[in-house]
């Protein structure tokens, strides 16, 4: 009876240290634990140097919609244009590499509140609904929606397009403003340039759309025009996740730096030229 209790206190003894091998292996695991709060504890940029190695300060990743010039649109194999240039030179004031994403207009703000992507530059309007879902840099550009219609149209104004057919891209302020417009029947295209060949060819009676890259497709698209008198005026801004308050203040910051600079007016120059 004595040597029964005996074995079962040395069976006990040994399921005892194997439970103490069990607590190793979690020893082991809170090491993996912090290892998982020091990236909480926000040194991604440290840790994607050292994963890329492409940069000490690791990679931006700017989220775009390319179809879209003079601000960002297709150069061979490139993306290139006002924000492209801006989104560099703050990479570069950051110490970090750029890495550009090109996807649908309205993915962007998904895009960067998700995480996917660190900003979003594509001649983003700051907009109040926008807001709810994304912080905006300082503004970098004023802008306006404008009307393009064929040359022998007979809308010459905002008034006019009141039960007109008109084309927008998807998700823009166009899209939002236009809706408003009475009457009115909205094409939605993926892209701007769409619109404009549906203008060309007769589909649709007129264009909401920003003006600089209204003044492009005109000139790249025979027998249309732009209205003088804008829709709306607007600013752009850099649109950056709602809880990264960090790179808010960098990226304000290198703004401000290229502002005094005068390497923004430098890049913007470099795509308009100023007589238009
Ligand atoms: N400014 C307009 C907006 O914020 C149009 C921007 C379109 N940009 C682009 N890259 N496609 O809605």
């Known amino acids: ?9 040395l069976i ?26 020091t990236s909480d504890a926000g040194e991604s ?3 994607d140097a050292s994963e890329d190695g492409s940069s000490e300060g690791g990679t931006l990743i700017m989220a775009t919609n390319a179809e879209f010039p003079p601000y960002e649109y297709h150069d ?6 006002i924000d492209a240039d801006i989104a560099q030179a703050i990479a570069e004031e950051l110490g970090m590499t750029l890495e550009i994403e090109d996807m649908a207009f ?8 998700s ?11 700051v907009d109040p609904d926008r807001q709810k879902n994304v912080n905006f840099s300082d503004t970098y550009a004023t802008a306006a929606q404008v009307i393009i219609v064929k040359e022998d149209s007979a809308i010459v104004g905002p008034d006019d397009l009141v039960g007109k057919k008109i084309g927008v891209q998807l998700g823009t302020t166009g899209d939002i403003y236009a809706e408003d417009i009475e009457d009115a029947e ?14 060309q060819q007769g589909k649709i009676d007129a264009v909401v759309i920003d003006g600089e890259p209204a003044k492009v497709f005109v000139s790249e698209n025979e027998g249309l025009k732009v209205l ?45 030229s100023a007589d238009e």
Not at 186 to 199: F, P, S
């Open 1 to 9: 009876m004595k040597k029964k209790l005996i074995s079962l206190v």
């Open 12 to 37: 006990a003894a040994c399921v005892f240290s194997m439970a103490a091998c069990g607590s190793d292996n979690g020893t082991t695991g809170e090491s993996g634990d912090t290892a998982g709060q």
């Open 45 to 47: 940029d440290a840790e």
């Open 76 to 81: 061979g194999g490139e993306i290139v244009g």
């Open 106 to 113: 309205d993915s962007i703000i998904t895009a960067v509140s």
């Open 115 to 125: 995480g996917k992507a660190d900003m979003g530059l594509a001649g983003m309007t």
């Open 186 to 199: 909205l094409e939605r295209y993926n892209k701007g340039m769409e619109a404009v060949q549906a203008l």
């Open 228 to 272: 003088d008198e804008p829709l709306t005026e607007e600013e752009y801004a850099i649109a950056i996740a709602k809880d990264n308050d960090e790179l808010l203040e960098k990226v304000n910051t290198a703004l401000a730096t290229l502002k005094d600079s005068g390497k923004l007016d430098e890049i913007v120059a470099k795509y308009i």
